[in-house]
């Protein structure tokens, strides 16, 4: 019963894993992973020493930590405002629609975004057009595109992320709100110094995981939603590699790149939990 | 308890803020769905905003005639419930051994399959090994590469582990093998945490683009997202398939936007029948980490 599962991790995840020592040698398609010229670090210094992916490894960095810090702490206020709503109607309504644009694609994101933002006719625009009589291109300047590819990843994601939150916040003992009250703490003294540190282990483990996830910003969202007068900030590792790698057939110099990827995210995902362990709250 | 001022305050913000954020996760959807039932010349003279002007199908009539969208409807289908089958299958023979205390070296297996969520080789080599395997351009390079997710199995395997032992100790009394035990016992009483990973997997096999992308060069067996995703990109995949008779009553906001809600039908038929198993799953599966 085993069997088939191993195969699995063994073909399709250990394999590629080994599959990384293209990195090292000259791929070509003749002589196979195997056969191919060995030429050490001379991707790595090929990669280091380009204006362009040293670019591209800014613009990734630059996404994907912008997106955490906007992103981490947005499911955690939705989870304690969901938590103070006493009206079970009323919370259940929000939460089955919050939780919605997790399951949709990136394309139909994209979709509804650039609708949303387009220069004619879209909704936010025509808003903008009444208050400062014209359109402003959302989605061609620098600045505001990276507003919305941010905004549309909290978006997506922040209530789906907010249920485990919840679940954290049940495990509260009330009667620790009732003392509080008592004592007449107000309601925001009462979500500072019972909520948030009733919900510390959970809030250091997501930090942890999202910290594997540093280096890699989503290829769907950012192909989606990236064009041309937006290159410049927009292009990542992800979409790097897909167009130098697959369609430039360049395997060594992206499979390098990848490689370069996956070691920060090891690193980042260990030092968070040695950080965290700091404070006796580790991972493992 | 009677509420303070403060607490009053604090409750009617709390509540203006959530319709706020839900209202803005619906308006947007909305938006679509008047676009697409909209008339051609009230969507080009932007007159449409939450609610259809000169109502019309004829959005949906260019599209499910002038374009291939109904065979990428039906291949979107057969990757989703043949993928999501086969994922449940394999996910369930990885997470049911690994739940058992009698499984020796379980948990080398854990730590290792573990390890392959924080490194991984990537998509060139994966690509690579794909390739060697004569995948390109079949189905199988869509279903094999991600046959397990292991967050999925962790989630499926703590819910396993926290069965009773006791019920499965009285059915091997009783002369119940193993997989019996799986199948009578263990799988009816994980029915909340299958059909989470159930609808996990359904929705991304639905949802799947990049490896559509990289894996099928024939445009005959695009899926729905790959398909939408080019019309969006150029409307001259739209005009190639539409008729030029139609071209007229049609435009491509409405087609897009029509496009878009075939796409969301099925998700949103689903979602609400699985919203109760999987708030329930997703929690289970965190409290244990």
Request: charged fraction near 10%; hydrophobic fraction near 50%.
């Amino acid at each position: 019963m085993f069997v088939p599962v191993l195969l699995f991790y063994l073909i399709f995840r250990y394999a590629p894993i080994g599959g990384l020592v293209i990195a090292f040698k000259d791929y070509n398609f003749y002589d196979g992973i195997l056969n191919s010229p060995w030429v050490g670090f001379h991707y790595f210094d090929v990669l280091f020493q380009d204006a362009r992916t040293l670019e591209i490894i800014r613009n990734t960095l630059v996404l994907s930590l912008l997106s955490l810090l906007v992103g981490f702490p947005i499911p955690i206020i939705l989870a304690i405002m969901l938590n103070e709503v006493r009206n079970m109607a009323f919370k259940r309504t929000v939460q089955t629609i919050v939780y919605m644009p997790h399951f949709l694609s990136w394309v139909i994101i994209a979709m509804l975004v650039s609708t949303a933002f387009a220069m004619e006719n879209g909704m936010v625009n025509r808003i903008v057009e009444g208050i400062t009589g014209q359109a402003y291109p959302f989605m061609y300047e620098k600045m505001s595109w990276v507003a919305i590819f941010i905004g549309s990843g909290v978006w997506k994601d922040m209530g789906f992320n907010a249920i485990i939150y919840l679940a954290a916040l049940a495990g509260i003992n009330p009667s620790l709100y009732e003392a509080a009250g008592m004592d007449g703490a107000s309601k925001m003294r009462q979500i500072w110094h019972i909520t948030l540190p009733g919900i510390r282990p959970t809030i250091i483990l997501l930090m942890i995981l999202s910290m594997g996830r540093v280096m890699e910003v989503g290829f769907d969202q950012v192909f989606m939603l990236q064009n041309s007068n937006v290159n410049q900030i927009a292009d990542v590792i992800s979409t790097y590699i897909y167009r130098i790698g697959l369609q430039g057939a360049q395997f060594s110099l992206t499979t390098a790149m990848g490689l370069f990827e996956s070691l920060v995210a090891f690193i980042l995902v260990f030092s968070a939990n040695y950080i965290a362990r700091k404070f006796g709250e580790g991972l493992w | 308890m009677r509420d303070s001022r403060g607490e009053k305050l604090f409750y009617i913000f709390n509540y203006v803020l959530l319709a706020l954020i839900s209202l803005s996760c619906i308006l947007p959807l909305l938006n679509v769905v008047a676009l697409s039932l909209s008339g051609a010349d009230a969507v080009v003279s932007g007159r449409v905003t939450l609610w259809p002007v000169d109502f019309s199908f004829s959005s949906f009539k260019s599209l499910f005639t002038g374009t291939p969208i109904m065979r990428s409807f039906w291949n979107s289908l057969q990757i989703t419930l043949i993928g999501t089958g086969l994922s449940m299958l394999v996910t369930i023979m990885a997470a049911y051994p690994l739940s058992r205390r009698q499984f020796y070296s379980r948990r080398f297996f854990t730590m290792a399959m573990v390890f392959t969520m924080i490194f991984n080789g990537g998509l060139i080599p994966t690509y690579l090994v794909v390739q060697n395997l004569g995948l390109v351009n079949s189905y199988g390079a869509l279903w094999l590469p991600g046959l397990v997710s292991t967050y999925n199995m962790l989630l499926m395997r703590s819910a396993f582990e926290q069965l009773p032992g006791e019920v499965d100790e009285a059915a091997k009394i009783d002369g119940c093998g193993e997989v019996g035990i799986l199948m009578r016992i263990v799988l009816p009483l994980s029915k909340p945490m299958l059909a989470t990973l159930a609808l996990f997997y359904g929705v991304g096999y639905w949802n799947s683009f990049m490896s559509v992308m990289i894996y099928i060069n024939d445009t005959a067996k695009y899926n729905m997202t790959v398909l939408v995703q080019n019309m969006i990109k150029s409307t001259s995949v739209i005009q190639d398939f539409a008729d030029p008779t139609m071209m007229a009553s049609m435009t491509p906001e409405g087609i897009r936007s029509a496009a878009v809600i075939v796409m969301i039908v099925p998700i949103l038929a689903v979602y609400p029948l699985l919203q109760k198993y999987f708030v329930k799953g997703v929690m289970l599966g965190s409290i244990k980490g």
